[in-house]
């Protein structure tokens, strides 16, 4: 059964760069045909899918955050990567890492980022 | 981009009973849309995808319909277990948008 974590900062300085690793586990990242996806929640509000990228490398962004995202993948280490640049107050939220066939299923559990200074 | 709508916001009723939601897209998304249950402090988690189907470990009591613009999930009979919010997703188009949620809780 796949499952998948998210790791990296909980703390961000604004102006700076989020950067946000999905390591997945009980499976191959380059088995099936899945996306793998980013989506993030500010407290209290709703979802947003920030983007997704295919085994291949293919990507696709929110054009509200196209111009500040770069997701990556390793296959070597099973992971996907989220960056997010030029954050602010606004970027503060959890994030979620899931994988993506039309539906999201499963998702990691999330990890809080906060940008603050 | 789409934009999903919800109905209502929130609701409170009582143990037993049959409680709808309802999701309307902006443009038609064919049978393109899934539901969430997210509970606090958890990610969300996949009960009905492609409108209608039944998540497998997911209880019957919940349950989808509806193509086009126009959708419903319905819980045929609540339980406390079942106090969350509940989104729809549409997946039609990129990019992928969701509901704003419905949030239940119990009477």
């Known amino acids: 059964q796949v499952q998948l974590q998210e790791s990296g900062p909980g703390l961000v300085k604004p102006s700076q760069t989020l950067s946000l690793t999905c390591t997945v586990s009980?499976?191959?990242?380059?088995?099936?045909?899945?996306?793998w996806s980013w989506i993030r929640q500010p407290a209290g509000k709703g979802l947003e899918w920030i983007g997704r990228?295919?085994?291949?490398?293919?990507?696709n962004y929110n054009p509200s955050l196209k111009s500040r995202i770069t997701i990556s993948v390793d296959t070597s280490k099973n992971q996907f990567s989220l960056k997010l640049s030029s954050v602010t107050a606004a970027d503060t939220a959890v994030y979620y890492c899931?994988?993506?066939?039309?539906?999201?299923?499963?998702w990691g559990q999330g990890t809080l980022v906060t940008v603050s200074s | 981009d789409i934009q999903m709508t919800q109905s209502p916001s929130s609701l409170s009723a009582s143990v037993g009973d049959r409680v709808t939601i309802t999701c309307q897209a902006s443009?038609?998304?064919?049978?393109?849309l899934n539901w969430y249950q997210q509970k606090p402090g958890k990610a969300p988690k996949l009960l009905i995808y492609?409108?209608?189907n039944l998540e497998t470990g997911v209880p019957s009591r919940f349950s989808g319909s509806g193509s086009g613009t126009d959708f419903t999930f319905t819980i045929s009979s609540l339980q406390p277990e079942d106090i969350a919010t509940y989104y729809c997703?549409?997946?039609?188009?990129?990019?992928?948008?969701f509901g704003p949620g419905t949030k239940v809780d119990i009477k």
């Open positions: 009980g499976g191959s990242i380059s088995s099936g045909s899945y996306y």
């Open positions: 997703q549409q997946y039609d188009n990129l990019p992928v948008t």
């Open positions: 492609d409108a209608s």
């Open positions: 990228i295919y085994t291949s490398g293919s990507t």
């Open positions: 899931a994988t993506h066939v039309g539906w999201f299923d499963p």
């Open positions: 443009q038609d998304i064919s049978k393109y």
